[in-house]
């Protein structure tokens, strides 16, 4: 075997340089990112919503180490394995997940001896054993009327022999995977046990000997650095990307600005990661913690009732004054408080007080239940019924909202002061509690809790005012011990809301009474525990869960809960809230030592972008951009609460979120900050190291900002991929998006080179074709052995765009203009820039390569941008494919003004073209974009046949309509073919073969 010699592969290029299975690890990562609460590291904090997949993460680290061969074909084959993306990896995570029932292997493959490996149970009368043992796969089980199960000795080894032919039946990596564990859910050791002694036997030129990726990667550092490679990440955020490069075998270091990005990165680390053998320790600690807070509330004696029932929950609502009747009004955007068990809050009218008493009543009927959808607001008004009479009252009225001498929106709530708490008797808003969910006395510390809802006593208020009073007592003295914040808030684009709808002006006005005394007595527990290192991670998971920004949430016909904070990235007020009671302090029990790292080097900083103190190999980073969350403002509620007496593990920290050094996604700033950032990282890398950046792809502006970004700061694009990151929900509409660009980049040779925009365009092209071509042959390769291609045509053109970005970025001037002075320029409304004629002198060589399957490349490039996107996209869903960002980037590509318009569907993960009968006249005048064209025309002339309009009298429209007829006929033609074979309806091929076959004939008949 060959000798591991250091530096062997200082030069070589990196696997991700030249292939990379970005479909399979799209979807990968799209399981990863629906698992939600699953996610190895949600369980630290889910109010960071920033992480990038695991998976990915992995991915990007192997596929920057692993060398390509002179076999690309299987070098892929084992950078999939190592991922546990091949056949075999398949097959083991399918087991564990047990998706695929006895019964479904006897429907999916061929058996000649299925009872060597179950055992079946008789149910229909008509049968007979004798019968049964005749039986060989496949069929169906249900319709045979028997039962089946795996036989008690049958071991893994020979399940997955049944495994690998089940799987085989599938024609899709989708649809194989579907059925399967997540790679990291599967005992590492025993998934990849088959792969080394392939890895070994591909690499042993190298002399790579490896049993575990930690011995690979550790490896792979040493013949391309002379070392385990060190991954590095200014902008660590959550911690996934310095987490996943430590588990596979790297070094990490990590740096943010953001003492909680830090706090959450080391939890990683060393919280999530760390060695089996402190889990009990972890668990001790937190067991003591809750404990100890359990006994403290259950002293005060403000949770229980009488009967040794106990809180769970208490409801809140404001309350106001009606300016036009003078009565107090309570405000409920709904009166419904438990869907499941029926139960309602009910307004009964209290004259001699002027205020409305609030009845709970339980097991509602359903009109009771339909009323009390609407509450006393709604539409951004105050409205109730009051003898027989309907009063309204705006919001902003109750507020009194008045414009302010720079003509901002101002107001006359009162400013809430340091050691305010609770609304002062004058306060516009008061706080009300309208309902509380007690949990039996019995079942307190079951795991299945009994609850009920009850109205409010008068042993309740009692114990409220008693409550208030241990804050009163005590408030001042906790801000001194930093036990509660005294913090103000920093007005800001997220901050405001709080201030200009409350009046609060201290972090802690967001908690009510009840929060400020369980949060005081947590955070004492844990700094007198073994691990308060563990307690202030804890601590702030639990502020994501207990202040006044959590709304009761009685959706999709619940029970009824209060719901966290940051479900998205804002500071939302709500009229009504839910208090959790100590109850809950076992739910923000963190799970440690599930995912144990190897024993690497990990470095933590609390330092800004632009000043790494180490060197590292490989900088993976997910900077701010565009509309980037402001975790800057976000996350000074956490700052409130943990930035005194912090633990020994982060005193080194600087506990302020220093919004003033936040780089913020915009402007001349952002520019100069990110440049800043990403030359010091490029200083801090040797000669041989590699860079990768993933950023949204949502607009052209973006793109050009960070590729003169990277080009600015000395760095050279060497490939790019297109990776579907994100799935879909209401949040995620608007400024949120779909995909991922992942931008690999290696320092830019020494010295200066100047070219001229019309010398670069040319090698433009040639660089563009070539990879295309390159990689459309792999495919042709890989399709004809595994019977699926390895990239679709989003990751051909994204590979377009890499290789002409290559060309580009390797000047340092173009046209006389420095690339630095380019990247600071100010971007005009509209211009386009050298980058944006180079992404799409790209695109357009890209597209002509990439013509569908039954169309002739003479009419491709004949066809204008609508054209070409409305066949490509049929061409794609002939495939199955359905992802919206895909129709999102041809439609980029293609220079489509408005791609909406031939869609029949826009959801993310099922878009779709409007069918040929999908489209009304008034999609098809001549005021379109398709409607002016030949498709358009070819469309109105099918829909005219499906309406029995004899050909002739189609074909004469045509030729009156289209002056240059005979011309265009051959291209008519070759798109009628195509929509002939392509089309979904049955109807519709057979009309495209009509009018094709009678514009055939036309030159037989000498027409």
Same mark, same amino acid.
């Given at each position: 075997?060959?000798?591991?010699?250091?530096?062997?592969?200082?030069?070589?290029?990196?696997?991700?340089?030249?292939?990379?299975?970005?479909?399979?690890?799209?979807?990968?990562?799209?399981?990863?990112?629906?698992?939600?609460?699953?996610?190895?590291?949600?369980?630290?904090?889910?109010?960071?919503?920033?992480?990038?997949?695991?998976?990915?993460?992995?991915?990007?680290?192997?596929?920057?180490?692993?060398?390509?061969?002179?076999?690309?074909?299987?070098?892929?084959?084992?950078?999939? %394995?190592?991922?546990?993306?091949?056949?075999?990896?398949?097959?083991?995570?399918?087991?564990?997940?047990? /998706?695929?029932?006895?019964?479904?292997?006897?429907?999916?493959?061929?058996?000649?001896?299925?009872?060597?490996?179950?055992?079946?149970?008789?149910?229909?009368?008509?049968?007979?054993?004798?019968?049964?043992?005749?039986?060989?796969?496949?069929?169906?089980?249900?319709?045979?009327?028997?039962?089946?199960?795996?036989?008690?000795?049958?071991?893994?080894?020979?399940?997955?022999?049944?495994?690998?032919? $089940?799987?085989?039946?599938?024609?899709?990596?989708?649809?194989?995977?579907?059925?399967?564990?997540?790679?990291?859910?599967?005992?590492?050791?025993?998934?990849?046990?088959?792969? &080394?002694?392939?890895?070994?036997?591909?690499?042993?030129?190298?002399?790579?000997? /490896?049993?575990?990726?930690?011995?690979? =990667?550790?490896?792979?550092?040493?013949?391309?650095?002379?070392?385990?490679?060190?991954?590095?990440?200014?902008?660590?955020?959550?911690?996934?990307?310095?987490?996943?490069?430590?588990? =596979?075998?790297?070094?990490?270091?990590?740096?943010?600005?953001?003492?909680?990005?830090?706090?959450?990165?080391?939890? /990683?680390?060393?919280?999530?990661?760390?060695?089996?053998?402190?889990?009990?320790?972890?668990? @001790?600690?937190?067991?003591?913690?809750?404990?100890?807070?359990?006994?403290?509330?259950?002293?005060?004696?403000?949770?229980?009732?009488?009967?040794?029932?106990?809180?769970?929950?208490?409801?809140?609502?404001?309350?106001?004054?009606?300016?036009?009747?003078?009565?107090?009004?309570?405000?409920?955007?709904?009166?419904?408080? %438990?869907?499941?068990?029926?139960?309602?809050?009910?307004?009964?009218?209290?004259?001699?007080?002027?205020?409305?008493?609030?009845?709970?009543?339980?097991?509602?009927?359903?009109?009771?239940?339909?009323?009390?959808?609407?509450?006393?607001?709604?539409?951004?008004?105050?409205?109730?019924?009051?003898?027989?009479?309907?009063?309204?009252?705006?919001?902003?009225?109750?507020?009194?909202? #008045?414009?302010?001498?720079?003509?901002?929106?101002?107001?006359?709530?009162?400013?809430?002061?340091?050691?305010?708490?609770?609304?002062?008797?004058?306060?516009?808003?008061?706080?009300?509690?309208?309902?509380?969910? &007690?949990?039996?006395?019995?079942?307190?510390?079951?795991?299945?809790?009994?609850?009920?809802?009850?109205?409010?006593?008068?042993?309740?208020? /009692?114990?409220?005012?008693?409550?208030?009073?241990?804050?009163?007592?005590?408030?001042?003295? &906790?801000?001194?011990?930093?036990?509660?914040?005294?913090?103000?808030?920093?007005?800001?684009?997220?901050?405001?809301?709080?201030?200009?709808?409350?009046?609060?002006?201290?972090?802690?006005?967001?908690?009510?009474?009840?929060?400020?005394?369980?949060?005081?007595?947590?955070?004492?527990?844990?700094?007198?525990?073994?691990?308060?290192?563990?307690?202030?991670?804890?601590?702030?998971?639990?502020?994501?869960?207990?202040?006044?920004?959590?709304?009761?949430?009685?959706?999709?016909?619940?029970?009824?809960?209060?719901?966290?904070?940051? #479900?998205?990235?804002?500071?939302?007020?709500?009229?009504?809230?839910?208090?959790?009671?100590?109850?809950?302090?076992?739910?923000?029990?963190?799970?440690?030592?599930?995912?144990?790292?190897?024993?690497?080097?990990?470095?933590?900083?609390?330092?800004?972008?632009?000043?790494?103190?180490?060197?590292?190999?490989?900088?993976?980073?997910?900077?701010?951009?565009?509309?980037?969350?402001?975790?800057?403002?976000?996350?000074?509620?956490?700052?409130?609460?943990?930035?005194?007496?912090?633990?020994?593990?982060?005193?080194?920290?600087?506990?302020?979120?220093?919004?003033?050094? $936040?780089?913020?996604?915009?402007?001349?700033?952002?520019?100069?900050?990110?440049?800043?950032?990403?030359?010091?990282?490029?200083?801090?890398?040797?000669?041989?190291?590699?860079?990768?950046?993933?950023?949204?792809?949502?607009?052209?502006?973006?793109?050009?900002?960070?590729?003169?970004?990277?080009?600015?700061?000395?760095?050279?694009?060497?490939?790019? &991929?297109?990776?579907?990151?994100?799935?879909?929900?209401?949040?995620?509409?608007?400024?949120?998006?779909?995909?991922?660009?992942?931008?690999?980049?290696?320092?830019?040779?020494?010295?200066?080179?100047?070219?001229?925009?019309?010398?670069?365009?040319?090698?433009?092209?040639?660089?563009?074709?070539?990879?295309?071509?390159?990689?459309?042959?792999?495919?042709?390769?890989?399709?004809?052995?595994?019977?699926?291609?390895?990239?679709?045509?989003?990751?051909?053109?994204?590979?377009?765009?890499?290789?002409?970005?290559?060309?580009?970025?390797?000047?340092?001037?173009?046209?006389?203009? @420095?690339?630095?002075?380019?990247?600071?320029?100010?971007?005009?409304?509209?211009?386009?820039?050298?980058?944006?004629?180079?992404?799409?002198? $790209?695109?357009?060589?890209?597209?002509?390569?990439?013509?569908?399957?039954?169309?002739?490349? @003479?009419?491709?490039?004949?066809?204008?941008?609508?054209?070409?996107?409305?066949?490509?996209? +049929?061409?794609?869903?002939?495939?199955?494919?359905?992802?919206?960002?895909?129709?999102?980037?041809?439609?980029?590509?293609?220079? =489509?003004?408005?791609?909406?318009?031939?869609?029949?569907?826009?959801?993310?993960?099922?878009?779709?073209?409007?069918?040929?009968?999908?489209?009304?006249?008034?999609?098809?005048?001549?005021?379109?974009?398709?409607?002016?064209?030949?498709?358009?025309?070819?469309?109105?002339?099918?829909?005219?046949?499906?309406?029995?309009?004899?050909?002739?009298?189609?074909?004469?429209?045509?030729?009156?309509?289209?002056?240059?007829? +005979?011309?265009?006929?051959?291209?008519?033609?070759?798109?009628?073919?195509? +929509?002939?074979? +392509?089309?979904?309806?049955?109807?519709?091929?057979?009309?495209?073969?009509?009018?094709?076959?009678?514009?055939?004939?036309?030159?037989?008949?000498?027409?």
């Amino acid at each position: 075997m060959a000798e591991l010699i250091p530096l062997t592969l200082q030069d070589a290029p990196a696997l991700i340089e030249g292939v990379f299975p970005a479909q399979k690890v799209s979807f990968e990562a799209q399981t990863e990112r629906k698992a939600g609460a699953a996610q190895t590291l949600t369980g630290l904090g889910s109010y960071w919503k920033g992480r990038k997949p695991l998976i990915l993460v992995r991915a990007i680290v192997l596929g920057s180490l692993l060398p390509q061969t002179d076999d690309h074909e299987k070098d892929l084959e084992i950078f999939e %394995s190592l991922m546990g993306f091949d056949y075999e990896g398949l097959a083991r995570r399918a087991l564990i997940q047990n /998706a695929i029932k006895p019964k479904d292997f006897a429907s999916l493959i061929a058996l000649g001896s299925p009872w060597d490996f179950f055992s079946y149970t008789i149910k229909a009368s008509d049968i007979s054993a004798e019968e049964v043992e005749t039986w060989e796969f496949p069929f169906d089980a249900d319709a045979k009327g028997i039962t089946m199960r795996w036989r008690r000795d049958i071991d893994d080894e020979n399940k997955l022999v049944l495994y690998r032919k $089940a799987l085989a039946t599938f024609s899709s990596y989708e649809e194989k995977a579907s059925l399967c564990k997540r790679p990291e859910e599967v005992d590492q050791n025993w998934l990849y046990a088959p792969v &080394w002694t392939r890895v070994n036997h591909h690499y042993a030129q190298f002399g790579i000997n /490896a049993h575990s990726h930690a011995e690979l =990667v550790e490896q792979l550092g040493i013949l391309r650095y002379g070392h385990r490679p060190r991954a590095g990440d200014t902008f660590s955020g959550g911690g996934s990307i310095p987490f996943e490069a430590a588990r =596979v075998g790297c070094n990490a270091y990590a740096a943010d600005l953001n003492p909680i990005a830090c706090m959450l990165t080391w939890g /990683a680390l060393n919280i999530i990661g760390a060695p089996k053998e402190q889990r009990s320790m972890y668990e @001790d600690a937190q067991r003591e913690v809750t404990q100890q807070v359990d006994k403290e509330l259950i002293a005060l004696g403000v949770e229980h009732d009488d009967e040794g029932n106990r809180a769970k929950a208490y409801l809140y609502c404001l309350e106001t004054r009606c300016p036009e009747t003078g009565w107090m009004i309570p405000m409920l955007p709904s009166r419904i408080i %438990s869907p499941k068990h029926g139960t309602v809050a009910k307004l009964i009218p209290d004259h001699a007080n002027k205020r409305f008493d609030m009845e709970v009543i339980n097991n509602a009927s359903n009109k009771e239940i339909k009323d009390a959808e609407t509450g006393t607001v709604h539409d951004g008004d105050l409205v109730y019924e009051l003898d027989g009479r309907t009063h309204r009252t705006p919001v902003k009225t109750l507020r009194g909202d #008045y414009r302010g001498p720079q003509g901002n929106t101002l107001n006359r709530l009162r400013k809430w002061e340091k050691l305010d708490f609770i609304p002062r008797d004058e306060d516009i808003f008061q706080e009300r509690l309208y309902a509380i969910q &007690w949990i039996t006395k019995a079942s307190i510390y079951e795991p299945r809790q009994v609850t009920c809802f009850c109205g409010v006593t008068a042993d309740d208020l /009692a114990r409220e005012r008693k409550v208030e009073r241990i804050v009163a007592e005590n408030l001042a003295r &906790w801000q001194n011990e930093s036990l509660t914040p005294d913090m103000e808030i920093e007005p800001g684009d997220k901050t405001d809301e709080p201030i200009r709808t409350r009046g609060w002006t201290h972090w802690h006005h967001l908690f009510s009474p009840r929060q400020l005394v369980l949060l005081a007595e947590t955070i004492r527990a844990w700094r007198n525990s073994t691990h308060p290192e563990l307690g202030w991670i804890a601590v702030a998971r639990m502020l994501n869960y207990n202040a006044k920004l959590c709304q009761w949430h009685t959706g999709q016909g619940g029970l009824g809960y209060p719901n966290h904070i940051f #479900y998205n990235q804002a500071f939302n007020v709500f009229y009504n809230y839910a208090v959790r009671s100590s109850a809950w302090m076992k739910s923000y029990e963190i799970d440690t030592a599930i995912s144990p790292l190897p024993k690497v080097n990990n470095i933590i900083e609390n330092a800004t972008a632009n000043n790494p103190s180490l060197a590292c190999n490989l900088w993976i980073t997910d900077p701010p951009y565009a509309d980037a969350v402001n975790y800057h403002e976000i996350t000074e509620f956490f700052i409130a609460w943990l930035r005194k007496n912090v633990p020994e593990e982060f005193k080194d920290w600087t506990w302020d979120s220093r919004r003033a050094l $936040a780089i913020k996604g915009i402007g001349d700033d952002f520019r100069r900050s990110m440049i800043d950032a990403y030359r010091a990282m490029a200083e801090n890398m040797p000669d041989d190291g590699m860079q990768c950046v993933m950023f949204t792809h949502q607009d052209t502006g973006v793109w050009s900002d960070m590729i003169g970004i990277f080009w600015a700061a000395g760095l050279q694009v060497v490939a790019a &991929w297109y990776i579907a990151t994100e799935t879909t929900s209401e949040l995620k509409k608007g400024g949120y998006v779909q995909g991922t660009v992942i931008l690999m980049l290696r320092k830019r040779a020494a010295g200066d080179r100047a070219g001229f925009k019309q010398r670069i365009l040319p090698a433009v092209r040639t660089e563009v074709k070539h990879q295309i071509e390159t990689m459309m042959h792999l495919n042709d390769e890989v399709k004809d052995r595994m019977g699926e291609p390895v990239f679709n045509d989003s990751d051909l053109q994204m590979a377009g765009y890499a290789a002409a970005l290559k060309v580009l970025t390797a000047y340092t001037q173009i046209g006389g203009e @420095d690339v630095t002075a380019f990247a600071m320029r100010p971007r005009q409304r509209g211009e386009v820039t050298v980058v944006d004629e180079i992404v799409q002198q $790209a695109a357009e060589a890209a597209n002509s390569l990439l013509v569908p399957e039954g169309i002739a490349p @003479d009419t491709w490039h004949k066809l204008n941008g609508i054209q070409r996107f409305y066949l490509r996209m +049929m061409d794609m869903e002939s495939t199955g494919a359905s992802k919206l960002d895909n129709y999102q980037n041809f439609a980029k590509a293609f220079r =489509v003004v408005d791609y909406t318009k031939v869609m029949a569907s826009m959801t993310a993960n099922k878009a779709q073209l409007k069918h040929v009968t999908d489209f009304v006249s008034r999609d098809l005048t001549e005021s379109t974009e398709l409607g002016a064209s030949w498709l358009g025309r070819l469309i109105i002339g099918l829909q005219q046949l499906l309406a029995e309009t004899e050909p002739q009298v189609v074909i004469g429209q045509l030729q009156a309509e289209l002056p240059d007829f +005979m011309e265009v006929r051959p291209l008519l033609i070759d798109m009628l073919s195509f +929509m002939e074979k +392509m089309a979904p309806e049955d109807e519709v091929r057979q009309a495209a073969e009509v009018l094709g076959a009678r514009l055939r004939n036309l030159r037989a008949l000498g027409q």
